[in-house]
């Protein structure tokens, strides 16, 4: 296969991460009073819109869990298809605009522009049902829920983790190093080899700030879980804690030539060359990730946890991290309905089918025997729980994020400090 095939076939999966809006919609008008259903006068028959991501013909679980319900029960679903580029703006520019499409994916929390909590405290989001409410993993409640209404359902479990090339490690005769100390190590053999250990999209600060998140696993939430509470009550700050060991660890990769030449200005396509191409061995994307890329290119892919200091505790980052949400400004006939259908996604068999199509885990339940053989490295993780949630969906605002994603392209290019990157995402909190 082509590089150009290659980067065509995978480019949008390795966008869909957690950290970054995933759709962009254009010409939805939410509230619609006739959508193709409600003949029969059963609001739960009315036809709805969803707006998704797909950037090619392969990335369509959402039209295909869509096409079943609408195959079982009659109900005309009209699927947007959007790549990602201006979702954020989009999504919250056409919401304001009273046009936005009946049903959205959202991000849980408050760290982003298209985060649910932000959203629902507008005004823009319909609460849900029970049935969304008991979905919510013990301890999220607080990130899609105001006041008790529950305003998002989860749609899977998403583990995040630095997806591994075995074919391409395989060849230079590196196995995945299980400390940060052989992973230091293992870079320069990657570099003998003539790979690199890891790809970053530098140039791209949600990328950077996925990859800062991914370490703070074992550098601060394996420790302290309750860290994100803390600093809301002024008890810790970034620039005191183990946040600083995460961005010192990002120095010292760089220093060691663990990212791809030119890291400070890589994009998302010089993770699909450096990674599907296996001239990288590692990114830091989607655990969803490793099956596109196993199925586009033949190679084994796995989803592994950023290793540990010697010494600490093996962590990794998994969480609800999408969640479906109804447009407040929708007809109450088109409200119910898609809430019908948010009902049929959320039982255990259907669950189950859209985790297996989107390469995720059900939001049901994490399950070693079902989970998909990508994910084994970090089932044991999974299984009891040594997982933290995206350390951003809790925090006050996108402003703290932006800063570290943005500090971290800073800290490639050495036109920021440690220091200074800390410095700035102390202040983005109080903003």
């Known amino acids: 296969?082509?590089?150009?095939?290659?980067?065509?076939?995978?480019?949008?999966?390795?966008?869909?991460?957690?950290?970054?809006?995933?759709?962009?919609?254009?010409?939805?008008?939410?509230?619609?009073?006739?959508?193709?259903?409600?003949?029969?006068?059963?609001?739960?028959?009315?036809?709805?819109?969803?707006?998704?991501?797909?950037?090619?013909?392969?990335?369509?679980?959402?039209?295909?869990?869509?096409?079943?319900?609408?195959?079982?029960?009659?109900?005309?679903?009209?699927?947007?298809?959007?790549?990602?580029?201006?979702?954020?703006?989009?999504?919250?520019?056409?919401?304001?605009?009273?046009?936005?499409?009946?049903?959205?994916?959202?991000?849980?929390?408050?760290?982003?522009?298209?985060?649910?909590?932000?959203?629902?405290?507008?005004?823009?989001?319909?609460?849900?049902?029970?049935?969304?409410?008991?979905?919510?993993?013990?301890?999220?409640?607080?990130?899609?829920?105001?006041?008790?209404?529950?305003?998002?359902?989860?749609?899977?479990?998403?583990?995040?983790?630095?997806?591994?090339?075995?074919?391409?490690?395989?060849?230079?005769?590196?196995?995945?190093?299980?400390?940060?100390?052989?992973?230091?190590?293992?870079?320069?053999?990657?570099?003998?080899?003539?790979?690199?250990?890891?790809?970053?999209?530098?140039?791209?600060?949600?990328?950077?700030?996925?990859?800062?998140?991914?370490?703070?696993?074992?550098?601060?939430?394996s420790e302290t879980p309750d860290w994100n509470e803390q600093r809301s009550e002024g008890k810790v700050t970034f620039a005191d804690s183990g946040w600083k060991d995460v961005l010192n660890d990002i120095v010292e990769m760089n220093d060691k030539g663990c990212f791809q030449d030119g890291a400070a200005g890589g994009t998302f396509d010089s993770i699909t060359a450096g990674l599907g191409g296996g001239t990288s061995l590692t990114a830091a994307v989607p655990g969803s990730a490793a099956a596109s890329i196993a199925d586009a290119t033949g190679q084994e892919l796995n989803v592994q946890a950023f290793p540990p200091k010697k010494g600490e505790k093996a962590f990794t980052v998994t969480g609800a991290n999408y969640g479906w949400s109804i447009n407040a400004k929708s007809d109450d006939a088109v409200k119910a309905s898609a809430q019908a259908f948010l009902d049929w996604v959320a039982s255990p068999e259907e669950s189950a089918a859209y985790a297996k199509l989107s390469g995720s885990v059900p939001i049901t339940g994490i399950d070693k025997s079902t989970l998909l053989p990508s994910y084994a490295p970090i089932a044991d993780l999974l299984s009891a729980g040594d997982y933290a949630g995206l350390p951003n969906a809790a925090w006050p605002n996108g402003a703290v994020y932006d800063a570290l994603g943005a500090g971290v392209q800073g800290l490639l290019t050495g036109q920021k400090t440690v220091d200074q990157v800390l410095s700035d995402m102390d202040a983005a909190w109080g903003e």
């Open 1 to 221: 296969m082509s590089q150009h095939m290659l980067r065509r076939q995978l480019r949008w999966s390795l966008l869909a991460v957690p950290v970054a809006g995933v759709l962009v919609l254009a010409g939805c008008s939410g509230g619609s009073t006739d959508n193709g259903g409600g003949a029969s006068g059963d609001p739960a028959k009315t036809g709805f819109s969803i707006m998704v991501a797909q950037a090619n013909d392969a990335d369509d679980f959402y039209a295909q869990t869509a096409k079943k319900y609408s195959d079982e029960t009659g109900v005309p679903i009209e699927v947007i298809p959007y790549p990602s580029d201006a979702y954020n703006t989009q999504v919250t520019t056409q919401l304001q605009g009273g046009n936005a499409a009946d049903v959205m994916i959202l991000s849980p929390g408050t760290g982003q522009p298209i985060s649910v909590i932000s959203l629902a405290e507008a005004g823009f989001l319909a609460p849900l049902d029970d049935t969304s409410a008991g979905l919510l993993p013990a301890g999220s409640e607080s990130l899609f829920q105001i006041d008790g209404k529950t305003y998002a359902q989860p749609t899977a479990l998403t583990p995040v983790g630095l997806v591994f090339n075995v074919t391409a490690a395989d060849a230079a005769n590196i196995t995945y190093p299980t400390t940060y100390e052989d992973l230091l190590t293992a870079c320069t053999t990657a570099r003998d080899a003539g790979k690199t250990f890891s790809v970053l999209a530098g140039g791209i600060p949600f990328n950077t700030g996925l990859m800062a998140q991914l370490i703070s696993a074992t550098r601060v939430y």
